[in-house]
């Protein structure tokens, strides 16, 4: 199983950017998807989640500004990330279960992304 996470970058306060999620050897049709981010120094936190129903969670410092989003066609999970702050710098990561009881725990995912970078400036 891989999942390969891509689309991070550098863009400016307020602005926007779409993260990837693709996965091989797994389907994210029967898992639950979530991404989580690490900055320097910090421990790794949760940002949203999808389970297979569709439901998605939201950390209460993305809510209104990033979404979740799946195409089980593609195999493939997105987070869109707008009216980017400084203090969402972070390595973000993806993440899937198959028995995922509270999205926001990482402990409770099978399998995990390498992370990609996401540097917002000032």
């Known amino acids: 199983v891989q999942l390969q996470a891509c689309g991070g970058g550098l863009v400016q306060a307020g602005g926007s950017l779409r993260l990837s999620c693709a996965a091989s050897?797994?389907?994210?049709?029967?898992?639950?998807v979530g991404w989580f981010r690490q900055a320097p120094g910090k421990g790794r936190e949760f940002v949203a989640a999808s389970r297979r129903g569709g439901s998605t969670y939201y950390a209460d410092s993305v809510k209104g500004r990033f979404t979740i989003s799946r195409d089980n066609a593609k195999n493939t999970v997105y987070l869109q990330m707008n009216s980017l702050k400084p203090e969402d710098t972070a390595v973000y990561l993806c993440?899937?279960?198959?028995?995922?009881?509270?999205?926001?725990?990482?402990?409770?995912?099978?399998?995990w992304g390498q992370g990609t970078q996401v540097t917002v400036s000032s």
């Open positions: 993440a899937a279960g198959l028995r995922v009881i509270d999205p926001s725990t990482k402990r409770q995912y099978d399998y």
């Open positions: 050897g797994l389907a994210f049709s029967s898992n639950a």
